[in-house]
């Protein structure tokens, strides 16, 4: 079953503005990653988070992990006309590898 | 330099069809995963391969038959094609033992007529 759900399904900034992206999932996990895929092409690894961290940063993006809350954000900032792409999370279950991945965010970033 | 790669780009074929799809990762992952993204962009995992052996299989109908002839490669074959077989399917690698990341090839996009 489908374990993440994004939130919004679509998300329209200008340039220079920052952009949040949520992620719920339903059952424990041992990492949560984000991936970008940009039209027509492969996913594209962003940032990983354990599941005993809350926080963590690369270059403009920021993730956070809430596991109480089975939640996670993206912040993009400062966010430029190329971040504009799809957005998915994705959640490891277990040792096999395997990522159930939500519903992705689109977004838009005007010039 | 291409980590994945994966042909053709585009297949288009008929009902009843048996066609294939090829991956290629020259990363030395030991790793290696079939996904299918729908019209709607939703990614499901369908097969994973460690070592050659397979580890993860979905619920997926048996006309698709993956096949890794060696680390480095993961192909599928799609028997008697449908119509609800059109799809962007990916291919993806990672290293066991590592922190999980996977690299994915840039897509087969499948039509199906």
């Known amino acids: 079953s489908q374990q993440g759900e994004e939130d919004p399904q679509a998300l329209s900034i200008q340039e220079g503005e920052n952009a949040t992206m949520n992620c719920s999932y339903k059952?424990?996990?041992?990492?949560l990653q984000w991936y970008r895929q940009n039209s027509g092409r492969g996913l594209v690894h962003l940032i990983l988070?354990?599941?005993?961290?809350r926080e963590k940063h690369s270059g403009r993006l920021r993730v956070t992990l809430d596991t109480s809350k089975k939640s996670s954000s993206l912040l993009i900032t400062a966010s430029r006309a190329a971040d504009t792409a799809s957005y998915f999370c994705?959640?490891?279950?277990?040792?096999?590898?395997?990522?159930?991945f939500g519903q992705g965010t689109t977004l838009q970033v005007k010039p | 330099d291409t980590a994945v790669s994966q042909t053709p780009k585009y297949l288009v074929t008929q009902m009843g069809n048996d066609k294939s799809i090829k991956c290629e990762q020259n990363?030395?992952?030991?790793?290696m995963y079939w996904y299918k993204q729908d019209s709607k962009k939703f990614l499901k995992i369908m097969f994973s391969?460690?070592?050659?052996?397979?580890?993860i299989n979905e619920t997926v109908p048996n006309r698709f038959s993956p096949k890794s002839p060696d680390k480095a490669h993961l192909n599928l074959h799609i028997n008697s094609l449908e119509l609800g077989d059109s799809a962007v399917y990916f291919c993806?690698?990672?290293?066991?033992?590592?922190?999980?990341?996977?690299?994915f090839g840039p897509g087969t996009r499948l039509t199906v007529t």
């Open positions: 994705a959640t490891d279950e277990g040792n096999t590898g395997k990522l159930i």
């Open positions: 993806a690698s990672s290293a066991t033992g590592e922190r999980g990341e996977q690299y």
């Open positions: 059952t424990s996990i041992n990492n």
């Open positions: 391969y460690n070592n050659k052996e397979l580890i």
């Open positions: 988070i354990r599941s005993n961290e």
């Open positions: 990363l030395g992952h030991d790793t």
